[in-house]
């Protein structure tokens, strides 16, 4: 049996309002804050241009920037010991996370 090949990366994507907002509706596995699962996977799927926006609608939802994974780190923490992360960081700082 053949295997499929993967698709291929997107590159230069234009993400709209209603998809970065759809990121919020993100469900989190058994025993991962919400918030955080959310956070983290807006940080990993979609560019640093995009980010920013994604934490306004977060904040306007009433969620928590400052939420923790199950080993008590926070997103801002995790993305501070990434290299290139700086306009991540500035985003995450700009609406108001911890350090």
Same mark, same amino acid.
């Given at each position: 049996?053949?295997?499929?090949?993967?698709? #291929?990366?997107?590159? &230069?994507?234009?993400?709209?309002?209603?998809?970065? %907002?759809?990121?919020?509706?993100?469900?989190?596995? +058994?025993?991962? &804050?919400?918030?955080?699962?959310v !956070?983290?996977?807006? /940080?990993?799927?979609?560019? #640093?241009? /995009?980010?920013?926006t994604?934490?306004?609608?977060?904040?306007?939802?009433?969620?928590?920037?400052?939420? +923790?994974?199950? @080993?008590?780190? +926070? !997103?801002? %923490?995790?993305? @501070? +010991?990434? #290299?290139?992360? %700086?306009? /991540?960081? &500035?985003?995450?700082? $700009? $609406?108001?996370?911890?350090?």
């Open positions: 049996m053949a295997l499929k090949k993967d698709k #291929a990366k997107v590159l &230069d994507e234009v993400l709209d309002e209603q998809r970065i %907002q759809s990121f919020l509706d993100i469900k989190s596995p +058994t025993g991962v &804050d919400e918030d955080f699962n !956070l983290e996977k807006a /940080y990993r799927g979609m560019p #640093a241009e /995009y980010f920013g994604f934490l306004d609608f977060f904040i306007a939802a009433g969620r928590n920037i400052d939420a +923790t994974n199950p @080993a008590d780190k +926070t !997103l801002r %923490q995790i993305v @501070a +010991t990434h #290299a290139e992360s %700086q306009d /991540y960081l &500035d985003a995450l700082d $700009h $609406h108001g996370a911890s350090s």
